[in-house]
Protein backbone atom coordinates (compact mmCIF):
# COMPACT_ATOMS: atom_id res chain seq x y z
CA UNK A 1 0.00 0.00 0.00
CA UNK A 2 1.34 3.36 -0.88
CA UNK A 3 1.28 5.55 2.59
CA UNK A 4 3.83 7.87 4.51
CA UNK A 5 4.67 6.51 7.75
CA UNK A 6 5.32 8.41 10.95
CA UNK A 7 6.79 7.49 14.00
CA UNK A 8 5.84 7.37 16.41
CA UNK A 9 2.06 9.36 16.79
CA UNK A 10 2.33 10.60 20.09
CA UNK A 11 5.38 11.87 21.85
CA UNK A 12 5.83 13.34 25.22
CA UNK A 13 9.10 15.29 26.16
CA UNK A 14 10.82 17.42 28.37
CA UNK A 15 12.55 20.69 27.40
CA UNK A 16 15.98 20.17 26.07
CA UNK A 17 16.08 16.46 25.01
CA UNK A 18 16.86 15.68 22.14
CA UNK A 19 14.65 14.00 19.86
CA UNK A 20 13.83 12.57 15.76
CA UNK A 21 10.44 12.32 14.55
CA UNK A 22 11.07 9.59 11.36
CA UNK A 23 9.29 9.60 8.14
CA UNK A 24 9.17 7.54 5.24
CA UNK A 25 7.16 6.80 2.01
CA UNK A 26 7.50 3.72 -0.36
CA UNK A 27 5.69 5.79 -3.36
CA UNK A 28 9.55 6.76 -4.52
CA UNK A 29 8.74 10.56 -4.56
CA UNK A 30 11.08 12.96 -5.30
CA UNK A 31 9.23 15.87 -2.85
CA UNK A 32 8.83 15.43 1.02
CA UNK A 33 8.17 18.03 3.49
CA UNK A 34 7.64 18.69 7.40
CA UNK A 35 4.83 20.98 7.91
CA UNK A 36 3.39 21.57 11.66
CA UNK A 37 -0.42 22.27 12.49
CA UNK A 38 -1.56 24.59 15.72
CA UNK A 39 -4.79 25.79 16.44
CA UNK A 40 -5.44 29.19 14.81
CA UNK A 41 -2.32 28.89 12.49
CA UNK A 42 -3.58 26.31 10.43
CA UNK A 43 -0.60 23.94 8.33
CA UNK A 44 2.84 25.84 8.51
CA UNK A 45 5.85 24.52 6.67
CA UNK A 46 9.21 23.94 8.18
CA UNK A 47 11.31 22.16 6.26
CA UNK A 48 11.02 20.74 2.59
CA UNK A 49 13.25 18.47 0.14
CA UNK A 50 13.22 18.38 -3.34
CA UNK A 51 15.52 15.37 -3.87
CA UNK A 52 18.60 13.28 -1.79
CA UNK A 53 20.90 15.60 0.07
CA UNK A 54 18.57 18.81 -0.72
CA UNK A 55 16.63 20.28 2.07
CA UNK A 56 15.77 23.82 1.96
CA UNK A 57 14.13 26.08 5.06
CA UNK A 58 10.28 26.64 5.01
CA UNK A 59 8.30 29.30 6.42
CA UNK A 60 9.01 28.03 10.36
CA UNK A 61 12.69 26.29 10.45
CA UNK A 62 13.91 27.50 13.35
CA UNK A 63 14.66 24.75 16.57
CA UNK A 64 14.36 22.30 13.63
CA UNK A 65 16.83 20.14 11.27
CA UNK A 66 16.38 17.68 9.14
CA UNK A 67 18.47 15.41 6.23
CA UNK A 68 17.56 13.17 3.38
CA UNK A 69 19.91 10.65 2.89
CA UNK A 70 17.79 8.49 1.84
CA UNK A 71 14.93 8.62 -0.90
CA UNK A 72 12.60 7.22 0.99
CA UNK A 73 13.29 8.55 4.62
CA UNK A 74 13.34 12.59 5.69
CA UNK A 75 13.35 12.55 9.35
CA UNK A 76 12.65 15.74 11.64
CA UNK A 77 15.22 16.02 14.58
CA UNK A 78 14.41 18.87 17.77
CA UNK A 79 18.18 19.26 18.54
CA UNK A 80 16.43 21.02 21.80
CA UNK A 81 12.75 20.69 22.27
CA UNK A 82 11.20 23.65 23.86
CA UNK A 83 7.50 24.11 25.15
CA UNK A 84 6.89 26.16 21.97
CA UNK A 85 6.86 23.39 19.62
CA UNK A 86 4.29 21.22 21.34
CA UNK A 87 2.17 21.02 18.34
CA UNK A 88 0.82 18.46 15.78
CA UNK A 89 3.75 17.30 12.73
CA UNK A 90 2.85 15.88 9.45
CA UNK A 91 5.30 14.32 7.07
CA UNK A 92 4.16 14.83 3.36
CA UNK A 93 5.41 13.63 -0.02
CA UNK A 94 4.86 13.83 -3.73
CA UNK A 95 6.86 13.55 -7.11
CA UNK A 96 6.40 17.30 -7.42
CA UNK A 97 5.32 19.99 -9.65
CA UNK A 98 1.46 19.10 -10.12
CA UNK A 99 0.93 15.89 -8.71
CA UNK A 100 -1.02 15.91 -5.12
CA UNK A 101 0.61 15.59 -1.76
CA UNK A 102 0.50 12.47 0.68
CA UNK A 103 0.47 13.14 4.48
CA UNK A 104 1.24 10.69 7.23
CA UNK A 105 -1.06 10.13 9.50
CA UNK A 106 0.67 12.91 12.32
CA UNK A 107 2.75 12.48 15.55
CA UNK A 108 1.37 14.92 18.26
CA UNK A 109 4.58 16.23 20.08
CA UNK A 110 4.13 17.24 23.85
CA UNK A 111 7.36 19.27 25.12
CA UNK A 112 6.70 19.67 28.79
CA UNK B 1 3.18 36.45 0.43
CA UNK B 2 0.66 33.89 -0.57
CA UNK B 3 -2.30 34.12 2.09
CA UNK B 4 -4.99 31.21 1.75
CA UNK B 5 -8.42 32.24 3.90
CA UNK B 6 -11.24 30.10 3.79
CA UNK B 7 -14.39 31.11 4.70
CA UNK B 8 -16.89 29.79 7.00
CA UNK B 9 -14.67 28.09 9.70
CA UNK B 10 -17.36 25.62 10.52
CA UNK B 11 -20.53 24.83 8.42
CA UNK B 12 -23.26 22.15 9.62
CA UNK B 13 -25.87 21.18 7.41
CA UNK B 14 -28.66 18.71 6.87
CA UNK B 15 -27.86 15.06 5.58
CA UNK B 16 -29.06 15.25 1.52
CA UNK B 17 -27.87 18.80 1.31
CA UNK B 18 -25.69 20.15 -1.57
CA UNK B 19 -22.90 22.31 -0.03
CA UNK B 20 -20.28 24.58 -1.07
CA UNK B 21 -17.21 25.43 0.63
CA UNK B 22 -14.51 28.97 -0.19
CA UNK B 23 -11.62 29.18 -0.69
CA UNK B 24 -9.64 32.21 -1.95
CA UNK B 25 -5.65 33.40 -2.45
CA UNK B 26 -4.29 36.65 -2.69
CA UNK B 27 -1.74 35.65 -5.33
CA UNK B 28 -3.15 34.38 -8.78
CA UNK B 29 0.29 33.22 -9.71
CA UNK B 30 -0.45 29.81 -9.05
CA UNK B 31 -0.13 26.73 -10.98
CA UNK B 32 -2.86 24.24 -9.32
CA UNK B 33 -5.00 24.10 -6.08
CA UNK B 34 -5.49 21.09 -3.99
CA UNK B 35 -8.59 20.33 -1.53
CA UNK B 36 -7.94 17.86 1.53
CA UNK B 37 -9.75 16.40 3.46
CA UNK B 38 -9.18 15.79 7.32
CA UNK B 39 -10.64 13.32 9.54
CA UNK B 40 -9.74 14.08 13.76
CA UNK B 41 -6.50 12.63 14.80
CA UNK B 42 -5.91 11.52 11.10
CA UNK B 43 -3.24 13.17 8.14
CA UNK B 44 -4.59 14.77 5.41
CA UNK B 45 -6.18 13.20 2.26
CA UNK B 46 -5.86 14.62 -1.19
CA UNK B 47 -9.29 14.75 -2.76
CA UNK B 48 -8.64 17.00 -5.65
CA UNK B 49 -6.03 18.73 -7.98
CA UNK B 50 -7.24 21.20 -9.82
CA UNK B 51 -3.96 22.63 -12.68
CA UNK B 52 -4.37 26.38 -13.59
CA UNK B 53 -5.29 25.78 -17.19
CA UNK B 54 -8.51 23.81 -15.82
CA UNK B 55 -11.73 25.35 -14.62
CA UNK B 56 -13.04 22.25 -12.70
CA UNK B 57 -12.56 19.30 -11.39
CA UNK B 58 -14.38 16.45 -10.34
CA UNK B 59 -14.17 13.10 -8.30
CA UNK B 60 -17.79 10.99 -7.01
CA UNK B 61 -20.03 13.88 -5.60
CA UNK B 62 -17.23 16.16 -5.45
CA UNK B 63 -16.29 19.21 -7.61
CA UNK B 64 -13.55 21.88 -7.45
CA UNK B 65 -13.37 25.31 -9.16
CA UNK B 66 -10.68 27.43 -9.68
CA UNK B 67 -11.43 30.98 -11.21
CA UNK B 68 -7.58 32.90 -10.79
CA UNK B 69 -8.48 36.19 -11.85
CA UNK B 70 -10.33 36.38 -8.88
CA UNK B 71 -8.42 34.63 -6.62
CA UNK B 72 -11.02 31.89 -5.52
CA UNK B 73 -11.48 28.15 -5.34
CA UNK B 74 -15.06 26.34 -5.02
CA UNK B 75 -15.30 22.79 -3.05
CA UNK B 76 -19.10 21.00 -3.97
CA UNK B 77 -20.22 18.39 -2.00
CA UNK B 78 -23.70 16.40 -3.51
CA UNK B 79 -26.07 14.83 -1.31
CA UNK B 80 -23.64 15.90 1.61
CA UNK B 81 -23.34 12.18 4.27
CA UNK B 82 -22.74 12.46 7.56
CA UNK B 83 -19.46 10.47 6.45
CA UNK B 84 -18.74 13.30 4.62
CA UNK B 85 -18.13 14.96 8.18
CA UNK B 86 -14.60 16.20 8.34
CA UNK B 87 -12.38 19.51 7.72
CA UNK B 88 -11.70 20.20 4.49
CA UNK B 89 -8.57 22.45 3.44
CA UNK B 90 -7.43 24.15 0.20
CA UNK B 91 -3.49 24.28 -0.48
CA UNK B 92 -1.59 26.92 -3.21
CA UNK B 93 1.76 26.16 -4.14
CA UNK B 94 4.50 28.81 -4.84
CA UNK B 95 5.57 29.21 -8.54
CA UNK B 96 8.13 27.16 -7.93
CA UNK B 97 6.45 24.26 -6.26
CA UNK B 98 8.73 23.90 -3.54
CA UNK B 99 6.20 25.36 -0.49
CA UNK B 100 2.57 25.29 -0.32
CA UNK B 101 0.32 27.75 1.11
CA UNK B 102 -2.78 26.15 3.53
CA UNK B 103 -6.17 27.68 4.54
CA UNK B 104 -7.11 26.78 7.94
CA UNK B 105 -9.69 24.78 6.72
CA UNK B 106 -13.48 24.63 6.76
CA UNK B 107 -15.29 22.17 9.67
CA UNK B 108 -18.23 20.60 7.98
CA UNK B 109 -20.62 18.47 10.03
CA UNK B 110 -23.34 16.84 8.47
CA UNK B 111 -26.51 16.04 10.49
CA UNK B 112 -28.45 12.52 9.93
Known amino acids: EAQVTQNPRYLITVTGKKLTVTCSQN?????MSWYRQDPGLGLRQIYY???????DKGDVPEGYKVSRKEKRNFPLILESPSPNQTSLYFC???????????FGNGTRLTVT | KQEVTQIPAALSVPEGENLVLNCSFT??????LQWFRQDPGKGLTSLLL?????REQTSGRLNASLDKSSGRSTLYIAASQPGDSATYLC???????????FGTGTSLTVIP
Open chain 1, 27 to 31: MNHEY
Open chain 1, 49 to 55: SMNVEVT
Open chain 2, 91 to 101: AVPRPTGNQFY
Open chain 1, 92 to 102: ASSFGGNSPLH
Open chain 2, 27 to 32: DSAIYN
Open chain 2, 50 to 54: IQSSQ
